[in-house]
């Protein structure tokens, strides 16, 4: 099962993909963890990456697309894998075509800005413990309080209003056309495009994780 998962940040593809991975048993791989692993391992495309990276610039496509080939020829991959995060553009994904990485399923987590505003902006932190609550799906017992120290509820940078609505905003300028890519390839009737699936975002986990899994087949 290769797997591309889309979705705005805050739609919940971190806790899909983690049933996702654990259903197929196939890795989860994201652009960040492979460079840091590259960069690590020192390799010859982890150190042309660090040397872009410690100049202050994006690292290449022809990188990024080098250094996918490396990851999924791996053993953890013989199963498949997920791809998260990537491609975020479409001559990334033109790169991955061309370089013959073939892909299943391209899944699509859609859920309206409004709600992932309401969620993301909502959520507090207890810092020391990594404790998370929200202020109207999950509240604490006393409001900006713990449960268990009584200690401040602080919110994340990362989760300010404004700081979601930009996030948004540069996801639908970038990286939202892949989903007009992907579903007129699914639409083509090439056998060899992926399968496209949208699956409705808004609800209990749970429920959005059967949708996929049935979208899957599986």
């Not at 300028?173 to 007129?184: C, D, M, P």
């Amino acid at each position: 099962m290769r797997l591309i998962l889309l979705g705005a940040p805050g739609a919940g593809k971190g806790t899909q993909a983690t049933f996702i991975k654990e259903k197929f048993n196939i890795p989860q791989i994201s652009t960040g963890d492979m460079l840091r692993a590259a960069v690590k391992a020192g390799t010859p495309l982890g150190l042309e990456a660090k040397a872009i990276m410690d100049a202050g610039g994006l690292v290449r496509d022809d990188i990024i697309i080098g250094l996918v080939k490396e990851r999924i020829a791996e053993p953890d991959c013989a199963n498949g894998f997920l791809f998260d995060g990537f491609p975020r553009t479409i001559p990334q994904a033109e790169a991955m075509k061309d370089a013959g990485v073939t892909i299943d399923f391209v899944v699509e987590i859609d859920v309206p800005d409004s709600s992932i505003i309401e969620r993301m902006a909502g959520r507090r932190v207890h810092v020391a413990s990594g404790r998370t609550y929200h202020v109207k799906f999950n509240p604490p017992k006393v409001e900006g309080k713990d449960d268990v120290t009584g200690e401040e509820l602080i919110q994340r940078a990362d989760d300010e209003e404004e700081t979601v609505k930009k996030r948004l905003s540069v996801y639908h300028e970038q990286t939202e056309v892949l989903v007009g890519y992907y579903g007129k390839q699914a639409a083509s009737g090439d056998a060899t495009a992926p399968k496209y699936v949208k699956v409705n975002g808004v609800g209990d986990v749970n429920a959005i994780r059967d949708g996929i899994f049935k979208a899957l087949g599986a």
